[in-house]
């Protein structure tokens, strides 16, 4: 049975938070003098002046809407990669806990797991970038707290298949969290909706890839209250700064127009796998539901030199186990992807 309390570092259970002015304070009032801001204003907008808010209730309920799901299952991080990290801080006791990721995937799961000093053990995905459910089952044990999945998987670029995301949630008492930062891309459904089936369910996204908002570092994981709670007791108290806060709320306006990136992006991917497939110099192209395809090449890394020397710059992945010889390609615009093509044409040719 999945108990969060049995899963909690004792310190993370005891812990008395940070009590912000903020946080004390509710109610009405006019007269602000309990943060010792700069009263007078600032150089910019007379908002700048204030701390923000530290759970971000504006946005949140802009984003309960779009995800139909309510605030406080939503906790929001400096990037994704501050919910990786808090999770490691929350749950995992350095020295003794351990995690399951599944090669090749996002790199920050292990970095931030040996910053933390947690054991990472690999369940490498199968030839065709599926879990290894076996493999998996057999390297978890009482001290794994987290197993990491990813899906559409970056750097593979493929989903993993539903009912085996559902077999680890069913059969694994830690977290399981599933990493969707390219859903938005996938034909998958995201499993935000599955919230109350799972209680072990932590699901990630973020809006630095289909809301075009990379810069603003604001990710999202989506979690049981519970959760939730917890990571809002560990995190620093302003972790998203109020221009973030403003943006965000006036691109959330513009959901449709991320939709239409979001089709024009697919639609570019999708022609461009063809384009690739006809190239000599390409041996595969591995099927994408994310924003970038991953590229089977002869002479990959002589293939990464060609281009840069041309002024491009794509991810060279030849060194990655099952990823050898490959390119991480990201969709540009048509005219980034027609000078990519014609120097893999060069390339091809030389
Ligand atoms: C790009 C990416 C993210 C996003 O990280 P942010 O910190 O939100 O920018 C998360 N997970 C994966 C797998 C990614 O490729």
């Known amino acids: 049975m999945f108990s969060i309390n049995n899963l909690l570092r004792e310190n993370i259970k005891k812990l008395t938070p940070y009590s912000s002015a903020r946080d004390e304070f509710s109610g009405e009032a006019k007269v602000f003098l309990d943060a010792n801001e ?9 908002w700048y002046n204030r701390y923000p808010d530290p759970y971000q209730h504006g946005l949140k309920e802009v984003i309960s809407k779009v995800k139909g799901i309510t605030h406080e299952h939503i906790f929001l991080g400096n990037g994704s990669d501050e919910c990786i990290d808090l999770l490691y801080r929350c749950f995992c006791n350095p020295g003794k806990d351990n995690v399951i990721v599944c090669p090749p995937t996002y790199g920050m799961y292990e970095v931030s797991a040996n910053i933390n000093d947690v054991e990472v053990r690999k369940a490498p995905l199968t030839d065709d970038f599926q879990l290894d459910l076996i493999h998996l089952e057999n390297l978890a044990d009482a001290n794994t707290k987290i197993i990491w999945l990813c ?22 008492n830690g977290l399981v969290v599933v990493d969707e930062a390219y859903i938005n891309f ?29 810069a603003l570092r604001l990710g999202m994981a989506f979690a049981s209250t519970e959760i939730i709670g917890v990571m809002n007791k560990v995190k620093p108290p302003y972790n998203i700064n109020q221009a973030t806060q403003d943006l965000a709320l006036k691109a959330l306006e513009e959901v449709g127009q991320v939709n239409d990136m979001i089709r024009e992006i697919v639609a570019m991917r999708d022609a461009l796998a063809d384009v690739f497939s006809q190239i000599p110099a390409v041996q595969k192209v591995y099927p994408s539901d994310a924003n970038f395809l991953l590229v089977k090449i002869k002479h990959a890394r002589k293939a990464y030199e060609f281009l840069l020397t041309k002024g491009i710059v794509v991810r060279d992945r030849s060194n990655v186990k099952l990823c050898d010889d490959c390119l991480r390609i990201t969709i540009g615009t048509e005219q980034e992807n027609t000078l990519l093509v014609e120097a893999l044409i060069d390339f091809s040719n030389s």
């Open 186 to 214: 996938a034909k998958q459904r995201s499993f935000v909706q599955e919230l109350a089936e799972y209680p072990n369910l932590v699901v990630m996204q973020t809006f630095s890839k289909a809301w075009g908002l990379a």
């Open 151 to 172: 899906s559409p998987n970056n750097p593979t670029g493929n989903s993993l298949n539903r009912s085996d995301i559902e077999y680890v949630l069913n059969n694994f």
């Open 38 to 46: 700069n009263s007078l204003g600032s150089p910019l907008t007379k």
